[in-house]
């Protein structure tokens, strides 16, 4: 097990990131879901861990291989997410990567839809718990340094400035996902880091480099 390293300047610090999609059923064998590989979330738990940070990964079913040494919780929904988080939590920090699904299956079958039945299946749908938005209007026991992620295909820069007023975390890490970007899927990110202190845009690099920039940023923030 790799972990966190026994010195550097996250060590004592421990952070919570959530990673990957999640699934929310419709029946036995179907679901809805984001897309996401859980690439740039565990690459973060990486960086993080490099820097001694203690990591509680809190991951949907993602393709991604688990980062070795976190601390590993698996979900598959967005309610189970948000109960891990709570679980896991105090944190020094909270870094929220995930592609979480914003609607659920309000009565997921437990039995196969079948075809046959004939006519189409109708689908009701249930808005899920905003983990992000919840964490970080904690009254009690908020992180000192809550991080978010917008992914956006459209005015990219005002929609996540929004966003993170809206939802009241300290920095929002955007990233146009646009297709044309080829970014989803891929192995480079460009993204722009938005906090009260205005935008700053990162060139492309790869994500693990993403991630080590960040991190080290998480590290000026928690120890000053
Ligand atoms: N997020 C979350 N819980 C949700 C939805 C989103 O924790 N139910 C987090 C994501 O992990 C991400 C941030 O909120 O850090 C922004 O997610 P995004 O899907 O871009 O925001 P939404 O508020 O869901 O808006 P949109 O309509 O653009 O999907
Ligand atoms: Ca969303």
Do not use: K, L
């Given at each position: 097990i790799q972990g966190a390293l026994s010195e550097g300047p996250l060590q004592g610090k421990r952070v919570l990131v959530t990673s990957g999609p999640t699934h929310e059923p419709i029946d036995p064998v179907r679901y809805i879901a984001n897309r996401s590989s859980g690439a740039q979330g565990t690459a973060i738990a990486n960086a993080l861990m490099k820097l001694g940070a203690e990591v509680v990964f809190v991951t949907g079913p993602a393709d991604a291989a688990r980062p070795d040494g976190v601390h590993l919780v698996e979900v598959q929904t967005a309610a189970e997410m948000m109960d891990a988080v709570r679980g896991c939590l105090p944190a020094d920090a909270a870094i929220f990567c995930a592609a979480v699904a914003d609607w659920r299956v309000v009565s997921a079958s437990d039995s196969k839809i079948k075809k046959t039945k004939g006519g189409l299946p109708t689908l009701e749908f249930a808005e899920n718990p905003d983990i992000l938005a919840t964490v970080s209007q904690?009254?009690?026991?908020?992180?000192g340094l809550v991080v978010g992620f917008a992914a956006e295909t459209d005015d990219v820069i005002d929609n996540a400035t929004a966003k993170r007023l809206r939802k009241g975390c300290d920095w929002i890490v955007a990233n146009d996902v646009s297709p044309?970007?080829?970014?989803?899927?891929?192995s480079e990110n460009a993204v722009t880091l938005i906090s009260d202190g205005g935008s700053e845009a990162w060139p492309r690099m790869g994500k693990a480099d993403v991630a080590e920039k960040l991190a080290a940023r998480v590290a000026q923030a928690l120890i000053k």
């Open positions: 904690m009254d009690d026991g908020r992180p044309a970007t080829g970014i989803m899927g891929g």
